[in-house]
C-alpha cells in the first residue's frame, strides 16, 4: 500500500481530481469533506473522512488514523461574488480552516503540504502578463483570505525551521481558469450556483439555462470582452503530483502560477464551444460584472523551470469537449 496524502477538499472539482491523479500515482488520496460545496459522487479513488476543516477533534483523528506523508489543501469556499456580500464567511471558512489543518500538521509531523491557490491573490495589475514576483494586491475576499492563508503557511515554515523539529515544506499553486474535466468523464466541474464561463455556456446549449450573459463588451481588449486564462484540470493536477515529489525531494519552499501564458477572451470561448458542441450557445450582452479585472494570463515559466511543468491538454477544444462529455453523461447535476 502506497503512502496516504490527506486531500482537503477532495469531494470538490479539483480536489477529486487530485485524487484520481494520487491513485493511479501509487498514493492513498484520503478524502477530508465537508460536503458543503463537494459532492459523494466524485468520492471514488481513496478513504473518505467527513469533517469540516475548523473541527479541531476531527481532524485530529483523521491524522492520527492516516499518518499522512503530505496534504494537499483544495477545501475554501470560492465563489467570488458570495465572497464580497458576506467575507466573514470567507475568512472563517478558509482561514480559520487552513489554521487548523496547520495545527494538526505540526502535531503530527506532517511536513509535506501542497496549496491551492489563485490568482486573484494579485488583484488587478499593470502588465497583463502575470508573474510569481507581482505584487499580490487581491480585490476580493476570497482572494484576500487565500493570501493570507499563504501569508500564515509561511509563517508557520519559518517557526517550524527555527525549531527543533523538520522544518514544514509547502509549495503555493496561483490557478488561473480551471476547466475542462477528467476525459473518462467519471469527474468533472460542478458547482452550485454555476457561476463560471464555460459551463455555463455547455448549460446553456443544453437548455438547462435561457442563455449566457456576457459580462462587459468594453475592455481594453482586443473584442471588448474579458481575456482569461484557462488551464485543463488535468494539466493543473499534474503540476501537483510534481510539486509533491518535489517537496518529498527537498525542494525549497516556492509558489507557482499554474496557466498556459495564452489568453482567450468570452467571445473567444464562446465560439469554441458553439464549434465543439455543434450548437450555437444563446447568448446576450450584458453590463460588467462586479470586480472583474480586463485580461490575467499566466506567466508559468517558473513552474516549467522548477517542476518541468508543461500544459498538454489545454487548448480550449480539449477543455471544452471534455466537459462537454461530463456534462452529457447520464446523472450529471442530480
Ligand atoms: N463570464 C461571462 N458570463 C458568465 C460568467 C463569466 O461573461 O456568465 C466571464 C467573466 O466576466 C470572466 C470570464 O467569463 O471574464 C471567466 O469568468 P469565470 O467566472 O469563469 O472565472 P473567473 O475569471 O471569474 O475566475
Known sequence: MGDSVLVTGGAGYIGSHACKALAEAGYVPVTYDSFVTGWREAVQFGPLEEGDLRDADRLDAVMARHAPVAVMHFAALSNVGEASTDPGLYWDNNLTGSLRLLQAMAAHGVRHLVFSSTCATYGEQDGVM???????????????????????????????????????????????????????????????????????????????????????????????????????????????????EYLLRGGAPA???????????????????????????????????????????????????????????????????????WHQRPGYAR
Open 130 to 244: 502575470l508573474d510569481e514576483t507581482c505584487p499580490q494586491r487581491p480585490l476580493n475576499a476570497y482572494g484576500a483570505s487565500k493570501r493570507a492563508v499563504e501569508d500564515m503557511i509561511a509563517n508557520f515554515a519559518a517557526m517550524t525551521r527555527a525549531g527543533p523539529g523538520p522544518d514544514l515544506a509547502h509549495v503555493f499553486f496561483r490557478y488561473f481558469n480551471v476547466a475542462g474535466a477528467d476525459p473518462g468523464a467519471r469527474i468533472g466541474e460542478f458547482h452550485r450556483p454555476e457561476t463560471h464561463l464555460i459551463p455555463l455556456a455547455l448549460d446553456a446549449v443544453r437548455g438547462r439555462r435561457d442563455r449566457l450573459t456576457v459580462f462587459g463588451q468594453d475592455y481594453p481588449t482586443p473584442d471588448g470582452t474579458c481575456v482569461r486564462d484557462y488551464v485543463h484540470v488535468t494539466d493543473l493536477i499534474a503540476a501537483h503530483l510534481l510539486g509533491l
Open 255 to 325: 509558489a507557482f502560477n499554474l496557466g498556459t501564458g495564452r489568453g482567450f477572451s468570452v467571445r473567444e470561448v464562446v465560439e469554441a464551444v458553439a464549434r465543439v458542441t455543434g450548437e450555437a450557445v444563446p447568448a446576450e450582452d450584458g453590463p460588467r460584472r462586479a470586480g472583474d479585472c480586463a485580461a490575467l494570463v499566466s506567466g508559468s515559466r517558473r513552474a516549467a523551470e522548477t517542476l518541468g511543468w508543461q500544459p498538454r491538454h489545454s487548448t480550449l477544444e480539449e477543455m471544452i469537449s471534455t466537459a462537454w462529455a
